[in-house]
């Protein structure tokens, strides 16, 4: 096995406790109930921040931010 299959086996093992985690944690309304969902929540927060932090203005990036958040929590009160 090469090393960078060692890397991508210890991603995917670390990947799958943490959305067990998330999915088994404290329950809240928008709290993602099951390790599906939970790999759902992760990959909109990454991808969220991925994007926020590419584009060139601020206004956009917090948009990209904030619309993640509605997303993730449509019961967020402020």
């Known amino acids: ?5 060692l890397a991508r086996a210890a991603f995917e093992a670390e990947l799958q406790e943490v959305a067990r985690v ?19 929540a992760l990959a909109a927060l990454l991808g969220g921040v991925t994007l ?12 990209i931010a904030t ?3 509605a997303s993730l929590c449509p019961n967020k009160r402020d």
Do not use: C, H, Y
Request: aromatic fraction near 2%.
């Open 22 to 40: 998330i999915a088994s944690g404290p329950k809240a309304l928008d709290a993602p109930p099951d390790v599906e969902a939970a790999f759902a």
């Open 67 to 69: 619309s993640v958040v």
């Open 52 to 63: 926020a932090r590419a584009v060139s203005t601020l206004p956009l990036a917090q948009a």
């Open 1 to 5: 096995m090469k090393s960078n299959d």
